[in-house]
């Protein structure tokens, strides 16, 4: 059974940090590019982070370049996203998504984790 379960979310004040989790099973990680997005209410979905398979290459979005850290421990089966000098802009439900490398024939999801920054 495939399984992504993210962890770490809540509440939080502007400048803030929290370091989320996501737990991968079922799959084999360390073939997989792992991402996170993040949907704030009432905007589409936004790509936040990427991370290579063997963690050697990553990817930001402009928003978050500088304060966002995306992190994989393959022998964990887990990937991070270290988000320091949060704003209240950064309030959304985070999700971790894996897509296999380099067919891309596969697309897994996250059930999310909410994410508020507010004082």
């Known amino acids: 059974q495939v399984q992504l379960v993210e962890s770490g979310g809540g509440l939080v004040q502007p400048g803030g940090s929290l370091r989320l989790s996501c737990a991968a099973s079922?799959?084999?990680?360390?073939?997989?590019?792992m991402r996170w997005y993040r949907q704030a209410l009432g905007k589409e979905r936004e790509l936040v982070a990427s991370?290579?398979?063997?963690?050697?290459?990553?990817t930001y979005a402009d928003s978050v370049k500088g304060r966002f850290t995306i992190s994989r421990d393959n022998a964990k089966n887990t990937v991070y996203l270290q988000m320091n000098g949060l704003k209240p802009e950064d309030t959304a439900v985070y999700y971790c998504?894996?897509?296999?490398?380099?067919?891309?024939?596969?697309?897994?999801w996250g059930q999310g984790t909410q994410v508020t920054v507010s004082s």
């Open positions: 079922g799959f084999t990680f360390s073939s997989y590019i």
């Open positions: 998504n894996a897509r296999n490398w380099p067919l891309l024939t596969t697309n897994y």
């Open positions: 991370i290579s398979n063997g963690g050697e290459q990553t």
